[in-house]
């Protein structure tokens, strides 16, 4: 089995999600906020606050995180997973393994799930 990084249909399963996301926001805005002021503000910051929680839940439960320097496979703590840099693909993050801090490539985790803790070999990654 070869460890793919975060694939085509993941990307654009999150991309349809925001697209989504980005649709209510912008109904409500043109709908909700103008004629329900203030109440329509309120609405339109509670519905922002949860899509954006619940989208940061989605990647957080379905990635994982490789380190390029010793091949380690790992999971975050939901606060580093939310308030690290990030990259299109990659987190900036402390390798619990080799104690380094590098730009760390996210994989999809429900392939590697018995994997997480475990240094791989080499060949196992695909570079795309």
Request: hydrophobic fraction near 45%.
């Amino acid at each position: 089995m070869e460890l793919e990084h975060e694939s085509t249909d993941y990307w654009k399963e999150i991309g349809v999600w925001i697209v989504i996301y980005i649709i209510i926001l912008t109904v409500l805005s043109i709908f909700v906020l103008p004629y329900f002021f203030p109440f329509g503000m309120i609405a339109w910051f509670l519905v922002f606050i949860f899509g954006t929680y619940m989208l940061i839940m989605w990647h957080y439960e379905n990635t994982a995180f490789v380190c390029p320097n010793c091949n380690y496979l790992f999971t975050t703590t939901l606060a580093k997973h939310t308030f690290s840099p990030n990259k299109f693909t990659e987190k900036y993050l402390k390798c619990p393994n080799c104690d380094k801090r590098v730009w760390c490539k996210g994989v999809l985790k429900k392939p590697v799930e018995h994997l997480i803790g475990t240094t791989l070999p080499q060949n196992k990654m695909k570079k795309k």
